[in-house]
């Protein structure tokens, strides 16, 4: 199926916003578009990848850390291009305003509540429509894209606030710098999937896998074991919270039986973090979240992995270090402190 699309008369504001996965060669095809067109992107977490985290065009990640920040550069807005928008990550309507319309570029029909202007939907493989818009001329738009660098800055600044003890922005920086560029992270589900979401460079497509949507607790000890297997040349970690690792630490022993040498990194904070929030910001009162008394005492290996336990960033980064130059699985417990994630997410 093709179509044309005309947005070189009377074009404003406009600006992409790619969702899901694309293909190699459609994600090729859609970083050269958006150099082309010069168009400010914000992306959903599972498209983390898609376009570079620095000097690009990238805005942000919807729906994820400081997400009002992000928000603060595309309100101008007055189109949005939807790319591979998959309406189960992130609803329409908790970000795009009644009087923007957007067009659907996907292989399915679009999903929005009734009110919304949809002037145009291009469904088929998205490959195809990539090169169909390549052909189109440059569009005159009015984003001050001189500015982003400095709004990205901001919205690095907000996510890396100054903290008295080893806090989880710490641990993922340690992490990136450690991490080879090819290397892959697998989030899990909890509060630091917030951060990781805004702060993770993923430097490049297929690096990132997170479960996003229903966003399953319990995927990142799995999800990281599967790709070990699928991609055994390439470093693999995991980043879990300790609720989300206490519903599969036994899966630990799958690692340790099939030799792999997946790092996996706890993110030990004592709680359901981002419930704990989400409890405080509705002023109920604390019930449920607290994992682990005064009186817990780590191990030394879990189902015959080693386990490493890290209370400052340093001993954290070079126990993250000597885990991916290993030859077997390891467990890193982070002694993290989560109060950052009360002013982050």
């Not at 729906?63 to 992130?90: H, N, Q, S, T």
């Amino acid at each position: 199926m093709t179509a044309r699309i005309d947005l070189t008369e009377g074009a404003g504001d406009v600006s992409v916003r790619i969702a899901g996965r694309l293909d190699e060669t459609a994600a090729r095809e859609l970083l050269e578009f958006v150099n082309k067109q010069g168009l400010p992107v914000v992306t959903t977490l599972m498209a983390k990848g898609h376009i570079p985290e620095e000097g690009s065009q990238l805005v942000g990640v919807v729906g994820r850390a400081r997400r009002d920040i992000v928000a603060e550069y595309y309100k101008p807005v007055d189109l949005v291009l939807a790319i591979g928008y998959d309406p189960v990550e992130f609803n329409y309507e908790d970000w795009v305003r009644k009087d923007v319309p957007v067009i659907n570029l996907n292989t399915v029909p679009i999903d929005i509540a009734s009110g919304y202007s949809v002037p145009c939907q291009v469904i088929g493989d998205i490959r195809k429509i990539l090169k169909g818009l390549l052909r189109m001329p440059k569009i005159e738009h009015q984003w001050d894209l001189a500015a982003l660098p400095a709004h990205r800055k901001k919205l690095f600044n907000a996510l890396t606030p100054p903290q008295k003890n080893f806090s989880p922005h710490q641990a993922l920086l340690a992490m990136r710098q450690t991490l080879p560029a090819d290397g892959i992270l697998v989030a899990d589900v909890g509060a630091h999937t917030h951060i990781i979401g805004q702060l993770w460079d993923t430097r490049g497509p297929g690096n990132f896998l997170v479960s996003n949507g229903w966003s399953s607790m319990g995927f990142g000890i799995p999800a990281a074991i599967a790709a070990k297997m699928i991609q055994p040349k390439r470093p693999v970690t995991a980043v879990v919270g300790d609720g989300g690792f206490l519903m599969k630490v036994g899966e630990i022993n799958t690692a340790v039986r099939l030799k792999l040498p997946v790092v996996f990194v706890v993110f030990r904070d004592r709680f359901l973090s981002l419930i704990k929030v989400k409890q405080s910001r509705k002023e109920y009162h604390r019930y449920g979240v607290e994992l682990f008394g005064s009186g817990y005492a780590s191990c030394d290996s879990l189902f015959g992995a080693k386990v490493v336990v890290a209370r400052e960033e340093e001993e954290f980064r070079e126990a993250f270090k000597r885990g991916l130059a290993g030859n077997e699985p390891v467990v890193i417990e982070a002694v993290l402190d989560p109060a950052e994630y009360d002013g982050i997410i």
